[in-house]
């Protein structure tokens, strides 16, 4: 039953409006931790540190060695669909993480945001943002690059506090987008912390790889699925219509018990596709018996425009214009690896 008052339709302020889109970008810690890691890997950066506490629920810090923000520019980062990386004009051609400016917004409106950044050169500045309130930048001190905190996330959104899991599920989930981007990114280096009790704990430590791709995709595949995986994987190469497909698919006899070992990459980007997780296991399904799972890393590449990752505000979904070649070549190429490598291969192998 509303009221006759609330019936008048009147324009939201811009906390309100932020605090609405930041449901849609920040669901939980590790969708903030996963916003803050692409706009450093977005940055440039070559070593990204993050530090948590209690899940994430009071303490989410992201420090990068990236190029930094503008002192001047900083009031800009918070504000809504402002973005350096994209002018608008043709969405279809996106070669950056980040493109719809919300983010930094997004989390100034639900928690109490810090940012201290420096570009090369210049001085170090600070600015913070409480419930969608603005300070004025600051003098600070940092080396080049840029840390964001966001403490006390949904403190503004009770109802949303209320929905997150435990601070051990909290802080599983940011361990798996961490690793996720640790293997999209193998020449950078990755460091997570739980400091929960003002104790700090290594949860994940990724040194950046050197040398050639595949032995640095080897090399950071192994630190985050385990030491014997790459004896355990088969190199995945092949092209098919302007689309690539590379990476490692574990060997039938490393196969798991659950889907808990399948990453999937589109143009560098980790996603949860259902078209590209179908592939895989379309690609085992002769070599594995049912309830055992492929363990692999694919990286699907393509020209921007022939995939859209603007479905969706998380972009964990992507939409390809040619699905069949993007499936056909997952599932021949992984076929055809097996069957190089003396498992039975399926006799309609296509193309
Ligand atoms: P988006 O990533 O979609 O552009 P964000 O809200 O995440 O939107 O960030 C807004 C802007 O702030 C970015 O476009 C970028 O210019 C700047 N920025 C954010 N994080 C960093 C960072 N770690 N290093 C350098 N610049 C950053
Ligand atoms: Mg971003």
Not at 110 to 125: E, F, P, T
Not at 147 to 167: G, I, M, Q, Y
Not at 223 to 240: K, M, S, Y
């Amino acid at each position: 039953n509303i009221s006759t008052s609330s019936r008048q339709i009147r324009q939201l302020d811009e906390a309100a409006i932020n605090r609405i889109a930041a449901g849609e970008v920040v669901e939980r810690p590790a969708s903030a931790v996963k916003e803050l890691v692409e706009n450093a890997l977005d940055a440039g950066a070559t070593r990204i540190e993050v530090t948590i506490a209690d899940g994430g629920k009071t303490l989410i810090r992201v420090a990068d060695d990236g190029c930094g923000i503008p002192a001047t520019d900083l009031p800009l980062a918070l504000a809504r669909h402002a973005t350096s990386k994209i002018d608008g004009s043709d969405l279809l051609d996106i070669r950056s993480f980040g493109f719809r400016g919300e983010a930094l917004a997004s989390l100034g409106a639900v928690g109490r945001l810090c940012i201290v950044s420096r570009v090369r050169g210049q001085d170090a500045a600070r600015i913070e943002v409480d419930g969608g309130r603005l300070g004025a930048a600051q003098p600070a001190a940092r080396q080049p690059g840029t840390t964001v905190e966001v403490r006390d996330l949904f403190h503004a959104t009770p109802a949303r506090l209320k929905f997150l899991r435990s601070d051990r599920a909290e802080m599983q989930a940011v361990g798996d987008v961490v690793r996720r981007l640790a293997m999209a990114e193998p020449f950078v280096g990755f460091v997570l912390r739980d400091c929960t009790g003002g104790e700090e704990r290594e949860t994940f430590r990724a040194d950046a790889e050197q040398g050639e791709l595949f032995g640095a995709l080897a090399g950071r595949l192994s630190a985050v699925i385990g030491r014997d995986f790459a004896a355990n994987a088969l190199r995945i190469e092949a092209e098919r219509d302007g689309v690539t497909l590379t990476g490692y698919a574990g060997l039938p006899t490393y196969s798991r018990g659950a889907a808990v070992a399948q990453y999937v990459f589109v143009n560098g980007r980790p996603v949860r596709d259902k078209l590209l997780l179908g592939a895989l296991g379309a690609g085992y399904s002769d070599v594995l018996h049912r309830g055992r799972y492929p363990v692999a890393a694919l990286f699907v590449g393509c020209d921007p425009r022939a995939v859209d990752v603007n479905v969706h505000p998380a972009k964990a979904e992507v939409r390809f214009r040619e699905p069949g070649t993007v499936r056909g070549l997952v599932v021949s190429a992984i076929r055809h690896a097996l069957a190089g490598a003396g498992h039975r291969a399926s006799t309609t192998v296509a193309g």
